[in-house]
């Protein structure tokens, strides 16, 4: 890191992360996860599943603190989005079934104010302005037909080229894809620390839930941390 008063460590629950004190911007990366239109506002896929989107809007001024001090000390960052292919090819039936089972009878790949729901190219499967990737490509975006981050990507191979090997996970929903992404990702031997309230699920009872499973068994899935313990340890707090 740039930042000389970087320390090695951010305070966590239940162990201070990363495990060996390896915090640096050649080892560790920020993930952004899903901070996609369809979860952030009005007329979204989110909004059709049934659920308020306040949740999810709360943690947006968290994020951009955390997103601008990381890019500020040379922490690479990652952004993914849930997505799928116009012709809905890479879409089980299954899982297009499960999506219209709510109340508006709208799924994956419905036509909706912003478009076709997480439908690659459309308005609301794209980033919320307020995050978006820095152009040029310095900032790479995932893709995903799926919930977890890995599952037909390639998003282990661009971490694996760079060296990185903690990731520190923020964005929506704490349950699902933020979730999803943490269990792949500590299957795969990354040490991961999920920040609490940069995080927000569809119901404040499921993200207190996830957040708890995290820190079970010593850290099963990683640790949790808040937004001041990584502002600090980045020697902006």
């Not at 989110?46 to 601008?68: E, F, K, M, V, W």
């Not at 459309?122 to 037909?145: H, N, R």
């Not at 894809?177 to 995080?199: I, K, P, Q, W, Y």
Request: proline fraction near 5%; glycine fraction near 10%.
């Amino acid at each position: 890191m740039r930042d000389t008063k970087c320390q090695q460590q951010i305070a966590a629950n239940p162990y201070n992360w990363p495990h060996d004190a390896s915090l640096n911007a050649t080892t560790t990366a920020l993930v952004i996860i899903d901070m996609q239109r369809d979860f952030c506002e009005p007329g979204g896929y989110l909004a059709h599943q049934g659920y308020d989107i306040t949740l999810t809007r709360a943690i947006i001024p968290n994020i951009l603190t955390l997103l601008t001090r990381c890019r500020d000390v040379g922490v690479p960052v990652y952004h993914t989005r849930e997505s799928h292919r116009p012709d809905l090819a890479d879409l089980s039936h299954r899982e297009l079934f499960r999506s219209r089972n709510n109340a508006s009878g709208l799924g994956i790949g419905d036509r909706g104010p912003l478009g076709r729901l997480l439908i690659r190219g459309e308005a609301g499967c794209d980033t919320i302005p307020e995050l978006y990737p820095l152009p040029g490509g310095s900032e790479p975006v995932i893709d995903k037909p799926g919930k977890g981050a890995f599952t037909h990507t390639d998003f282990e191979l661009l971490l694996r080229i760079r060296g990185v090997r903690n990731l520190v996970l923020c964005g929506v929903t704490t349950d699902v894809c933020v979730h999803s992404t943490m269990r792949e990702a500590n299957d795969r031997g990354f040490d991961c620390v999920l920040l609490e309230d940069c995080c927000a699920a569809g119901e404040q009872e499921l993200h207190d839930a996830a957040v708890e499973m995290v820190r079970m068994e010593g850290g099963v899935f990683g640790a949790t941390a808040r937004l001041a313990d990584v502002l600090q340890a980045l020697g902006g707090g």
